[in-house]
C-alpha cells in the first residue's frame, strides 16, 4: 500500500488564490518530499522537510509537518495559472532506500 | 546535462510479448527506481535499486524483472506483456545522502493489445 495520501484529490481555484493539499502517511520519517508534475511530464523536486523541522518555505511554497499526526500540508500562496499541476508528497521507505508516493493531488488554477 | 533518460517514449505491445525500458543517468546517482502511473493511482514503486548489485521490489513488481547493469543504467523487462501493464512508466535516480531529491525521466508510455 502507498505510504503517503494527498487530500483532496483535485482542486480548482482562481489566480491569485491560496491552494492548499495535505498529506498523510503512515510510518515514522526521516523526511517527506513534495513534487509537481506537469500533465504527460515527469516529476520535479519542489521542497524537502526534515522529521525535525515544522515548516520550511520556498518563495511561493509553504510547507508544514506534523509528525505527531503524520501529516504534511503544501501551501501555494498567489497561485498562477502556471501552477496548474499534479503534486505529491513522497517518503521513504523505513530503510530509507526507496522513495513511495501518494496518489497525488491535481491543481487547476484559472485565470 | 541530459539527468534521466529513458527509452523508448511511446511504445504498443500485443498481449505476450516481451520488451525492455531503458534507464539511464549521468549524475553518479546510487539509488534508480521503476514506477508506474495509472489514473488516480498515482505512482506506484514496481522494483528499485540502492546501489550498483542490488535490486528489491517495491509495492508492484509482479510482471517485472529488473537489471541493474552498472551504476548508470536500470533496465525494466516485461517477459510477457498483459493488458494490465499498460501504463505510463516513470525511472528515476536519487544520490546516496538520506533524503536527497529524486530526478525522473519523461515517461514511457506503454500500450498493451
Known amino acids: 500500500s502507498q505510504q503517503g495520501e494527498e487530500d483532496p484529490q483535485a482542486l480548482s481555484i482562481q489566480e491569485g488564490e491560496n491552494a492548499t493539499m495535505n498529506c498523510s502517511y503512515k510510518t515514522s520519517i526521516n523526511n517527506l518530499q513534495w513534487y509537481r508534475q506537469n500533465s504527460g511530464r515527469g516529476l520535479v523536486h519542489l521542497i524537502l522537510?526534515?522529521?525535525?523541522?515544522r515548516e520550511k518555505h520556498s518563495g511561493r511554497l509553504r510547507v508544514t509537518l506534523d509528525t505527531s499526526k503524520k501529516s504534511s500540508s503544501l501551501l501555494i500562496t498567489a497561485s498562477r495559472a502556471a501552477d496548474t499541476a499534479s503534486y505529491f508528497c513522497?517518503?521513504?521507505?523505513?530503510?530509507?532506500?526507496?522513495?513511495?508516493f501518494g496518489k497525488g493531488t491535481t491543481l487547476s488554477v484559472s485565470s | 546535462n541530459a539527468g534521466v533518460t529513458q527509452t523508448p517514449k511511446f511504445q504498443v505491445l500485443k498481449t505476450g510479448q516481451s520488451m525492455t525500458l531503458q534507464c539511464a543517468q549521468d549524475?553518479?546517482?546510487?539509488?534508480m527506481y521503476w514506477y508506474r502511473q495509472d489514473p488516480g493511482m498515482g505512482l506506484r514503486l514496481i522494483y528499485y535499486s540502492a546501489s550498483e548489485g542490488t535490486t528489491d521490489k517495491g509495492e508492484v513488481p509482479n510482471g517485472y524483472n529488473v537489471s541493474r547493469l552498472n551504476k548508470r543504467e536500470f533496465s525494466l523487462r516485461l517477459e510477457s506483456a498483459a493488458p494490465s501493464q499498460t501504463s505510463v512508466y516513470f525511472c528515476?535516480?536519487?544520490?546516496?545522502?538520506?533524503?536527497?531529491?529524486?530526478?525522473f525521466g519523461q515517461g514511457t508510455r506503454l500500450t498493451v493489445v
Open positions: 528515476a535516480s536519487r544520490g546516496e545522502i538520506v533524503g536527497q531529491k529524486a530526478f
Open positions: 522537510i526534515r522529521s525535525n523541522e
Open positions: 549524475m553518479n546517482h546510487n539509488s
Open positions: 513522497a517518503t521513504g521507505n523505513q530503510a530509507g532506500t526507496a522513495l513511495i
